[in-house]
């Protein structure tokens, strides 16, 4: 029997929420263990964030890739301490994906 997973519906959290909560429940999750979320946009920017300060440590595997609904499974593949920051979506030009994860 499959246990539930988390499911993070991210346009319904307020934007200076969101990159804090996917990253906190990321972080609480157990070396095996994922949890998904939907969003209205290609979560991209936010893959590369976990790529600059959990390199090694998630899983990423789209579930739904558009054109209107993205659903992504994030998955912890060891554990691991947080490097960096997860703020700009991944953008240094101050432009980000509009989500408000800076």
Known sequence: MNAA?????VPTVPPPQ????????FDALPTGA???IVNDHDPMPLYF???RTRAGQFEWQYLENGPER???RIGRRQA????????????TSG???GCGGR
């Open 80 to 91: 691991g301490q947080p490097t960096g920051t997860t703020g700009g979506c991944g953008s």
């Open 70 to 72: 993205w659903h992504v």
């Open 34 to 36: 994922a949890f998904e």
């Open 18 to 25: 969101r990159h804090a909560l996917i990253f906190s429940t």
């Open 5 to 9: 997973v988390e499911l993070i519906n």
């Open 95 to 97: 432009s980000g994906c």
């Open 49 to 51: 964030a976990f790529e």
